[in-house]
């Protein structure tokens, strides 16, 4: 079975700052899809940024980017420029079969807080 | 675009009774979830949907829960009856279709207190 590990319960960062959020996950497939999704403390789970494991290149949406280790097996989410609405609860999740039914699998989470 | 909506927001209830939950999901959205997020950890998913047939249900514990996607539009989930382990924020999504290259959008949830 597909897990996903997070292992940073908590970070914090200054605002303005850079922070970076780890996730590894376990699969033996070549084709899927990982995540990283944002909760704020209004329980809405927001998409943050998407990665798909064929593309070698690295996904980026605006201050958000990701360091995807296909080998390694490592997704890390890159946060520049931190500000105070990005705290949250963030999730890394994957999803194996592009096309198909298979469920989003996510890890334990990281709370992340930004000080200002 | 209207998002996924939900509710109630919260209910508290005693152990042993029934309580419902409702989902509307984006209008047109074939793919339906229902996620259960126990504090502290990540969501997992109960039951999917596409269009009005369950395509997936094995996490759901269906001797106490049940869902129900009639006309393929709204749905609701039940659990009865409510144990305390059943504590736990109940999450709706919805994806125009199945595959991981269609996003989920996600509700504001329903937190459950199981006394």
């Known amino acids: 079975a597909q897990t996903v590990t997070q292992s940073q319960p908590e970070m914090s960062v200054q605002e303005a700052e850079t922070v970076t959020l780890s996730c590894t996950y376990d699969t033996s497939e070549s084709d899927y899809y990982l995540f990283w999704y944002k909760q704020p403390p209004s329980r809405q789970m927001i998409l943050v940024i998407r990665q798909e494991a064929y593309k070698q290149q690295n996904a980026t949406e605006n201050r958000f980017s990701v360091n995807f280790q296909k080998a390694a097996k490592s997704f890390s989410l890159k946060i520049s420029d931190s500000q105070l609405g990005d705290a949250a609860m963030y999730f890394c999740?994957?999803?194996?079969?592009?096309?198909?039914?298979?469920?989003?699998?996510f890890g334990q989470g990281t709370r992340l807080t930004i000080n200002p | 675009e209207a998002g996924v909506a939900q509710s109630p927001r919260y209910k508290i209830i005693e152990k042993r009774q029934s309580v419902a939950f409702w989902c509307n999901p984006i209008s047109g959205h074939a793919t339906l979830y229902w996620y259960q997020q126990i504090l502290g950890q990540g969501p997992k998913l109960l039951i999917q949907?596409?269009?009005?047939?369950?395509?997936?249900d094995s996490q759901l514990p269906k001797d106490r829960f049940s869902a129900e996607r009639l006309k393929g539009v709204d749905s609701t989930l039940k659990i009865q009856p409510a144990k305390l382990e059943d504590s736990a924020v109940y999450l709706c999504a919805s994806s125009w279709r199945q595959g991981a290259r269609y996003t989920q959008y996600f509700g504001p949830g329903t937190r459950l207190t199981v006394l």
């Open positions: 949907f596409q269009n009005n047939g369950v395509v997936d």
């Open positions: 999740a994957y999803r194996r079969d592009p096309q198909g039914a298979q469920k989003l699998v």
